[in-house]
């Protein structure tokens, strides 16, 4: 009876990966058949539950960092991600104590700060280092 209770764990694991694909509930499923060939076996409940919880966690914390880097091998950033890191040109003197700085990127002005609170004066390039809102957050 025990293995066909882990089989439904299984399922229902699979189930909500599939809908989900967030890598997070196939670990426990590996657990879960892991669980129910000790079922099988004829092994104690207590250590079904061990082998449950040990293989999923270690599973998780072995393949995961690996899979996360597989499965966002070929995410396209998207407008926003991408522009960090680029340079764009003070037009505003930023100053973060006035709230007052813009900045030109391909041709659009943006609201700015910078990063470490220090006044950046016009003309000065700087480079995007993140995205708050509307605002660029900008360093020299």
């Known amino acids: 009876m025990n293995t066909i209770i882990w089989l439904i764990i299984v399922a229902v694991m699979l189930v909500i990966e599939i809908f989900t694909m967030g890598l997070t509930t196939i670990w426990f499923s590996l657990g879960a058949v892991a669980a129910a060939i000790a079922s099988g076996l004829e092994a104690p409940v207590w250590l079904q539950i061990v082998l449950f919880s040990v293989v999923s966690i270690l599973v998780m914390v072995l393949v995961r960092p690996f899979a996360v880097k597989v499965v966002n091998k070929e995410r396209i950033k998207t407008n926003v991600e991408e522009i960090v890191g680029e340079t764009a040109i003070v037009v505003e003197e930023i100053n973060n104590e006035k709230e ?41």
Do not use: N
Request: proline share 0%; glycine share 10%.
């Open 100 to 140: 007052k700085g813009i900045v030109r990127f391909r041709g659009v002005e943006w609201m700015a700060r910078s990063v470490d609170g220090s006044i950046l004066a016009v003309d000065e390039i700087v480079t995007i280092d993140a995205v708050s809102g509307v605002k660029l957050i900008v360093k020299k």
